[in-house]
């Protein structure tokens, strides 16, 4: 039973691979469902066992990481010798419960698909523009895979949902001439996104024929399926390939279902992404769409018995957080950054202070581990609210902070394990939406594909289906 080859897994196989992942959420549930800025606010470093903390704080982080990449990319399960059995059995299971992340023709095997053409499609320079390095990347991977696809299936329209700016979209009708179904709910959007079409297309050979935009709000209700039937009319289109590029939280069940439903659809590429935007359900017995399937659901049923969900939006936060390969490499910068935030969040809750980023992206990465720097810029990247005596809360953080500096060996390992511990859930959310499209929503050609590098996208797992 192994979670690579998920798209050649029968039912059977599927109910194993349930039973163990839940079964290794609700067994360390103590290390996902909580939020890090509260580490020490909550006493979160009592939970990690004494003889892990033991085994692990004399290694240096280059020690750490030899050893989890021996874990990650051999085939052996054996690890360290001098390693407690309950955390060597934390360790083998969770490389056994995660999906292999080699990107499409790094090599075959793991169910990882080859790509029959180049990896990445030659895009025209004035199509890059607004494109970061990350973003130029998913849509060159993509639109190879795309165009794959299309030409298996003789399919020459595709249906974008959640287009956003449309940087793929302008990819698939310039160098591969499809037709292309641009659907965004923001109305803004949209608007932009023309104009980027309209400034950076070919002059004498435009594309504005081949690339449409739709304002469309895409939900369960029969409206939204009404409403695509009516634009796929509208164009003329008939058999068509649904692709969305990091659909966030619901939005990839959704546009699961429609695909299912929708006649017109012969082929779906979808990236999720943000699972923590999934909402609660309206009862907060659980979260909606988590799990997806009704074999999950049914098997989440048997195996937790306690009240309140099993995976909370901490738990979800962490699915989406970047996975070890890039963390690792900078895990001693992320410690302090955690550590300096939880903190500030201990010495802030001490005196019933409110905090408010004073910048949407303010963060203590940026100072490093240095405490100093950390110290001098609080109240420039926060509002601390209730505080009147700028200068005591200073030195009360400064005293917090040297209290605390003491448990930093225990937040190294956290930090480490809960990167392994992202793996797995994301594994399990991507897994259990690939067996709601085999199992429930009955399309059975469907697999998951590790499409994009890992190290820049961390979000790199796509559902493929074909009807």
Same mark, same amino acid.
């Given at each position: 039973?192994?979670?690579?080859?998920?798209? &050649?897994?029968?039912?059977?196989? &599927?109910?194993?691979?349930?039973?163990?992942?839940?079964?290794?959420?609700? #067994?360390?549930?103590?290390?996902?469902?909580?939020?890090?800025?509260?580490?020490?606010?909550?006493?979160?470093?009592?939970?990690?066992?004494?003889?892990?903390?033991?085994?692990?704080?004399?290694?240096?982080?280059?020690?750490?990481?030899?050893?989890?990449?021996?874990? #990650?990319?051999?085939?052996?399960?054996?690890?360290?010798?001098?390693?407690?059995?309950?955390?060597?059995?934390?360790? #083998?299971?969770?490389?056994?419960? /995660?999906?292999?992340?080699?990107?499409?023709?790094?090599?075959?095997?793991?169910?990882?698909?080859?790509?029959?053409?180049?990896?990445?499609?030659?895009?025209?320079?004035?199509?890059m523009y607004g494109m970061r390095p990350k973003k130029l990347h998913e849509v060159s991977r993509m639109a190879v895979l795309i165009h794959q696809i299309c030409q298996k299936y003789g399919l020459r329209t595709v249906l974008d949902l959640g287009a956003g700016m449309g940087y793929l979209d302008c990819v698939l009708a310039e160098v591969y001439a499809y037709q292309v179904i641009a659907v965004e709910s923001d109305g803004c959007r949209t608007v932009n996104a023309q104009r980027r079409l309209s400034r950076h297309s070919q002059k004498d050979r435009p594309i504005s024929n081949l690339?449409?935009?739709?304002?469309?709000?895409?939900?369960?209700?029969?409206?939204?399926?009404?409403?695509? =039937?009516?634009?796929?009319?509208?164009?003329?289109?008939?058999?068509? /390939?649904?692709?969305?590029?990091? /659909? /966030?939280?619901?939005?990839?069940?959704?546009?699961?279902?429609?695909?299912a439903r929708l006649d017109e659809g012969k082929a779906l590429v979808c990236v999720g992404c943000c699972y923590h935007l999934m909402r609660y359900s309206k009862n907060q017995s659980g979260v909606e769409h988590c799990p997806l399937s009704k074999m999950a659901k049914q098997k989440l049923e048997g195996l937790w018995t306690k009240p309140g969900p099993l995976l909370t939006t901490a738990s979800l936060r962490l699915a989406t957080q970047e996975t070890k390969v890039r963390w690792l490499k900078e895990l001693d910068v992320h410690v302090s950054c955690h550590h300096f935030r939880a903190v500030l969040e201990l010495a802030a809750c001490s =005196?019933?202070?409110?905090?408010?980023? =004073? =910048?949407?992206? *303010?963060?203590?990465?940026?100072?490093?581990?240095?405490?100093?720097?950390?110290?001098? *810029?609080?109240? *420039?990247?926060?509002?601390?609210?209730?505080?009147?005596?700028?200068?005591?809360?200073?030195?009360l953080l400064r005293d917090v902070h040297n209290h605390c500096s003491q448990y930093l060996p225990k937040l190294r390992i956290f930090r480490v394990l809960q990167g392994l511990m992202q793996d797995v859930i994301e594994t399990f959310i991507v897994v259990d939406r690939l067996i709601h499209v085999k199992s429930d929503l009955n399309i059975s050609n469907a697999s998951i594909l590790p499409l994009f590098e890992e190290a820049i996208s961390p979000r790199n797992l796509a559902i493929k289906a074909t009807k």
């Open positions: 039973m192994d979670p690579r080859n998920i798209g &050649e897994w029968n039912l059977t196989e &599927e109910d194993a691979y349930l039973e163990r992942a839940l079964g290794f959420i609700i #067994r360390y549930k103590w290390l996902h469902d909580f939020k890090i800025t509260r580490f020490y606010v909550d006493n979160i470093h009592e939970n990690l066992p004494q003889e892990w903390v033991q085994a692990s704080s004399g290694l240096s982080t280059e020690e750490l990481q030899t050893q989890l990449d021996v874990l #990650r990319n051999s085939s052996s399960t054996e690890v360290r010798a001098g390693f407690p059995e309950s955390l060597r059995m934390f360790l #083998r299971e969770a490389k056994d419960l /995660c999906l292999k992340r080699a990107m499409l023709g790094e090599g075959k095997g793991g169910g990882a698909l080859e790509l029959e053409s180049e990896h990445e499609v030659d895009i025209p320079r004035r199509l690339l449409k935009y739709e304002a469309l709000t895409i939900d369960h209700s029969p409206g939204s399926l009404r409403d695509l =039937r009516e634009v796929l009319n509208k164009y003329g289109a008939s058999l068509i /390939c649904i692709i969305g590029l990091h /659909c /966030c939280g619901s939005f990839t069940p959704i546009i699961l279902d429609l695909f =005196r019933n202070y409110e905090i408010k980023k =004073r =910048r949407r992206h *303010t963060s203590p990465e940026q100072y490093g581990s240095d405490a100093d720097k950390f110290l001098a *810029t609080v109240f *420039t990247d926060y509002q601390l609210i209730g505080c009147e005596d700028p200068e005591a809360f200073s030195k």
